[in-house]
Nanobody, 118 residues
């Protein structure tokens, strides 16, 4: 059973930065490296949405709302995915999750809360 644990969230002022981490366990690092990994977020009252993805080769993609401000990266040896978030806005407030992008995702972790407020 693969488990993912997200961390690094917190309360930050508008314009600030945070770096989120997502560590996977229960999966071989070579297998982990094959998967396309994504960061998702779910704001209060809204559906979970995919905001960034990274292929095994490091090709990345972003939704327009975070493009130019967020950067996804991965360390396959550590089975960890990161999300560097800069120039944060109040509308970025949400619970952030990571998972593989697949027909059947892994079980979802608890997520990490990001609150952007002055």
């Amino acid at each position: 059973q693969v488990q993912v644990v997200e961390s690094g969230g917190g309360l930050v002022q508008p314009g600030g930065s945070l770096r989120l981490s997502c560590a996977a366990s229960g999966v071989n690092r070579f297998i982990f490296g094959v998967y396309v990994m994504g960061w998702y977020r779910q704001a209060p009252g809204k559906q979970r949405e995919l905001i960034a993805s990274s292929t095994s080769a490091g090709s990345t993609n972003y939704t327009d709302t975070v493009k130019g401000r967020f950067t996804i990266s991965r360390d396959n040896a550590k089975k960890t995915v990161y999300l560097q978030m800069n120039s944060l806005k109040p509308e970025d407030t949400a619970v952030y999750y990571c998972n593989r992008i697949a027909t059947i995702p892994w079980s979802w972790g608890q997520g990490t809360q990001v609150t952007v407020s002055s």
